[in-house]
């Protein structure tokens, strides 16, 4: 259910909480307590309406289920993946990704060159660009959008990290745009920075309160153009007639919000949406035998892991939180990671769609993938994770518990997400896992992870971030420099992780303008941030979709050969979308199981009629009276 | 609504007159007592034993209250571990896993067993703290009156009109997540009901002679409340209970299907959310969801039942003519 993580977010865990409760409330009702269990599968059984992209006027249209929120429509705001999705298909960025291997490709500039200094990069402005409202696209927008977020603090909300090292920007004419830096910046390729029209949001007020969603259609030079937007419920988009790249063949792009995974299931099998992501094994495998529709379970861009609490700290020096002791002690945590078998992790709890946890960067990411080497691998080895413990102090008591010198017992707290079912299963393992060694755990899920996180009250957590093609904010996110200024401060930390050689690393790569060489230097941060031991990736979760072949025939994936569709570096799959011809097959599938529950709807029905006739007696007594 | 009067004289089991001598079978009052007790007890049960839809509710009860005292026996601790798991995920009904197998690969039969200890824990104390809270504000509003009744009676009317699902929602959200979190959540939601039917008792009660005798006496509020009002408002509150534990189950499944439990715990509630959340309804997973709604449906009816028989045992008004 929970799946899509946005690709760069300041809090600890860039799960967004959607508001729950109206889900609470519709649900609650709907379930009326006892038929809970057999309400919704009735759902399928209804009869499925006419396909939706079949609409009357024979427009072809592209639905895709989501259920993350939009956070803001504002590029300036916007950090959640499904508003950044929305701005990659919106608004045009100076580079994009090649969909092949994720190298720089032209976007809003057709070229670009480093001065010899490394200090003064300059943008060639392609000049076949237009804004949705007719008007010119040139440099001076993009100067514009730099500018406004350098001198701006509100407008550098999303995305002040790639313009806090810029000196100047200028733009001296329409397709020449020209950026002076303090230090050279390795990610000046990977600016995910989306460029506004100039002569629309000058007039804008003030940038922390506008969010972009009152004026339809919003104005942009992306393959789409934003036409409606209704909270929780859908955005509308149309194409782009005029993208340099070539107007998308759909006649409509509609995200459509379903807050319960089965009932977007559920609307996929019936063809009212053509896409939707983030399923379960259980319905990925149900999927994989359905007709006309194809599963594509690709490498994930995500990492998955387990942090402990380092001991939260700010940079004025001040230690905060209630973190146990016991976890600054690596040896313990050394016994914890040994004790987690992160193999049965991927294929009891994943089923097979994820890969086995190594270093902090994703496989999919070749050039930045790192594995411990023999000398260094945490393996899973219950017995070594008993002796690491023996030999460090902490013994077995009476009780089967281990204490610490102080006398503490060694009993943790890890932070859950409530509604990410992968977290509550793992935390059943660990619990048993941990358990045989004689620790404690507490698995406390809550709704909003983010509150106890950001003042350091948690012990362990499960943590996971999308990692863009460029790692720089993924590796910024464990630096001192992230920590929170005071402790009432929010930082862009992740962890409180702040390590003197990490560091050190990081600014040598953020100035590295060679490719291989700065891999080689991303590489030795991960082998520091896996020596350090404050985390342990668990494992690289899949990115598990669906969609209809016969609505869809053909769509491009990121990587191409075998990637993913929803949240990519890009607009490329929604870009490059081929509807299918008219046919449209209705979706007919699991009847059978539908009918079985109905028949256990029908027993429960037939339960709550005898209820209903006992209180009859009852009333008519009365009545008679 | 109604309102129990079990307080008509009981005659006494013992011959009336003077006692014909000191020495032998003098009964003291504690056995007089004890007789009188016996007695309406049996007269109970005979008049309870007429309600045949009461007797299948008992039969259940005493089935599914059984099962759950004897699922160590059963099906032994491990059934919850997922590391020692013996099936794979979501196998279908067969011959080693009757009712197949959750996504961990833990036997759902088990675990169907496992979780009626929590849904009856759940259930019963959640409906004796509902209970007990009702009773407490029924007895001190129906014996004080005054502007205390009425203060307390427009707080009971408040949270009368509250849904209590929302409510419930609301304190489970707030709290940490266990089962203690669960039984307060219900308990503190669905006491109001209570508290009037049981005030409308206490002031019929104290409208009786015996109460100002007993206060000519010198009997004080706390005698008269809990010597003379509590005994007679009891099978009200008794009937009261057994009816609201079903509810209480179903407001435990409830909030548990809604993501609101403790997850670490199997109950029947929970067994639904693990199910949804792992997929199961549109996978067309059935023998997963099935089980565990029609658990809940028959804990549910058989509770009602055995309430309303007793309801009906007690309050002769109710009972149909046959």
Not at chain 1, 173 to 196: G, N
Not at chain 1, 337 to 353: E, M, S
Not at chain 2, 293 to 303: K, P, T
């Amino acid at each position: 259910m929970v799946h899509s993580l946005p690709p760069r977010t300041p809090r600890p865990q860039p799960v967004r909480r959607r508001p729950r409760l109206r889900l609470l409330l519709a649900s609650g009702a709907a379930s009326a307590a006892l038929v809970a269990g057999t309400v919704l599968p009735v759902q399928p059984l209804l009869p499925a309406p006419q396909q939706a992209r079949a609409a009357d006027d024979g427009k072809k249209v592209l639905t895709v289920a989501v259920s993350q929120s939009v956070d803001s429509l504002s590029p300036f705001l916007a950090q959640r993946l499904v508003s950044t999705t929305l701005h990659r298909l919106t608004y045009e960025y100076l580079t994009n990704y090649d969909p092949k291997d994720a190298h720089a490709v032209p976007g809003f500039a057709t070229a670009w060159q480093p001065s010899a200094s490394k200090l003064t990069w300059t943008f060639t402005i392609r000049d076949d660009s237009k804004w949705s409202d007719g008007v010119q696209a040139t440099a001076e927008d993009a100067a514009w959008t730099f500018n406004k977020m350098m001198t701006d603090e509100n407008a550098a909300t999303a995305n002040g990290s790639f313009t806090a090292n810029f000196k100047k920007v200028t733009a001296p004419d329409p397709e020449t745009l020209v950026i002076e830096l303090k230090k050279p910046q390795a990610t000046m390729t990977a600016l995910d920075v989306p460029i506004v029209p100039k002569h629309i949001w000058e007039k804008v007020g003030d940038f922390s309160t506008f969010n972009n969603d009152k004026q339809f259609p919003i104005v942009g030079n992306g393959p789409f153009i934003v036409t409606d937007y209704k909270v929780d419920q859908y955005v509308r988009l149309k194409p782009n007639k005029d993208f340099w790249r070539g107007a998308p063949k759909f006649d409509e792009l509609v995200l459509k919000y379903y807050k319960d995974g089965d009932a977007a299931v559920a609307a996929l099998q019936k063809g009212e949406v053509s896409f939707t992501s983030g399923l379960t094994p259980a319905q990925a495998a149900a999927l994989k035998s359905a007709d006309n529709i194809k599963v594509n379970d690709a490498p994930g861009r995500r990492f998955y892991a387990l942090v402990t609490n380092p001991g939260a700290r700010s940079k004025d020096g001040a230690t905060f939180g209630n973190g146990h002791p016991a976890l600054l002690d690596p040896a313990v945590r050394k016994a914890l990671f040994q004790a987690v078998d992160r193999k049965a992790i991927v294929d009891r709890v994943f089923q097979g769609h994820a890969v086995e946890g190594q270093g902090y960067i994703p496989p999919r990411f070749g050039a930045y993938f790192w594995q411990p080497s023999e000398s260094q691998r945490i393996a899973y080895d219950p017995a070594a994770a008993a002796r690491t413990l023996d030999a460090a102090g902490y013994r077995k008591t009476g009780g089967g518990k281990r204490v610490g010198k102080d006398g503490r017992p060694l009993d943790f707290r890890i932070l859950c997400h409530a509604t990410d079912p992968n977290d509550k299963a793992i935390g059943k393992y660990l619990q048993e896992w941990w358990g045989r060694l004689g620790i404690g755990l507490k698995v406390e899920c809550l709704d909003n992870v983010s509150d106890p996180w950001l003042a350091g009250d948690y012990d362990l957590a499960f943590d996971g971030w999308s990692v863009n093609p460029d790692p720089d904010y993924v590796l910024s996110i464990h630096t001192c420099d992230a920590l929170p200024a005071t402790p009432k401060d929010t930082g862009a930390t992740d962890n409180f992780i702040c390590d003197k050689e990490y560091d050190g690393l990081y600014a040598q790569q953020a100035v590295e303008y060679d490719t291989a060489k700065r891999a080689e230097l991303v590489k030795r941060m991960e082998s520091r941030l896996y020596d350090t031991g404050y985390m342990n990736v668990m494992a690289y979760p899949n990115a598990v979709e669906a969609y209809r072949t016969d609505q869809i025939k053909s769509i491009t994936t990121m990587p191409e050969a075998a990637g993913n569709l929803w949240g990519q570096d890009g607009y490329w799959s929604w870009w490059s979308a081929v509807p299918a011809g008219d046919g449209g097959g209705s979706g007919g599938s699991s009847s059978s199981a539908g009918v079985v529950i109905g028949i256990g709807a029908a027993v429960v029905a037939a339960a709550a009629l005898g209820l209903f006739v006992a209180m009859r007696r009852r009333s008519t007594a009365e009545d008679r009276e | 609504m109604t309102s129990a009067d079990p307080s008509t004289p009981t005659p006494s089991p013992l011959p009336d007159g003077p006692v014909p001598s000191p020495r032998s079978a003098v009964p003291s009052a504690a056995s007089i007592v004890r007789a009188r007790r016996r007695a309406s007890l049996i007269r109970f049960w005979r008049q309870y034993r007429t309600h045949r839809a009461g007797l299948f509710g008992l039969a259940g009860l005493a089935l599914v209250a059984l099962t759950a005292l004897a699922a160590p026996l059963l099906v032994g601790g491990d059934v919850q571990s997922v590391t020692r798991a013996p099936g794979k995920a979501l196998e279908a009904p067969s011959g080693q896993f009757l009712l197949g197998t959750d996504q961990f690969g833990r036997p759902l039969l088990g675990l169907l067993i496992w979780g009626a200890r929590i849904s009856l824990t759940v259930g019963l104390l959640a409906a004796a703290l509902s209970v007990a809270i009702g009773t407490l504000v029924g007895v001190m509003a129906g014996h004080f009156g005054g502007w205390p009744a009425t203060v307390t009676m427009r707080i009971t009317d408040w949270f009368l009109v509250m849904p209590t699902l929302v409510l419930a929602i609301v304190l489970a959200t707030v709290m940490s997540r266990s089962v203690w979190t669960v039984i307060v959540a219900i308990g503190v939601t669905s006491w109001p009901t209570t508290a009037r039917l049981v005030r409308a008792q206490t002031i019929a009660v104290e409208s009786r002679p015996y109460i100002e005798r007993a206060r000519a006496l010198g009997g004080g509020h706390g005698h008269i409340m809990t010597r003379h009002v509590l005994p007679n408002v009891m099978p009200l509150v008794l009937a009261q209970t057994t009816l609201g534990i079903s509810s209480a189950i179903l407001t435990e499944a409830t909030l548990a299907f809604l993501g609101l439990g403790d997850p670490t715990i199997v109950s029947w509630g929970g067994m639904l959310q693990d199910a949804r959340e792992a997929g199961a309804v549109s996978s067309g997973h059935w023998w997963y969801l099935a089980p565990p709604g029609l658990a809940i449906a028959f804990v549910a009816l058989a509770f009602t039942l055995c309430g309303r028989a007793i309801e009906t045992v007690l309050n002769p008004k109710l009972a149909v003519p046959r």
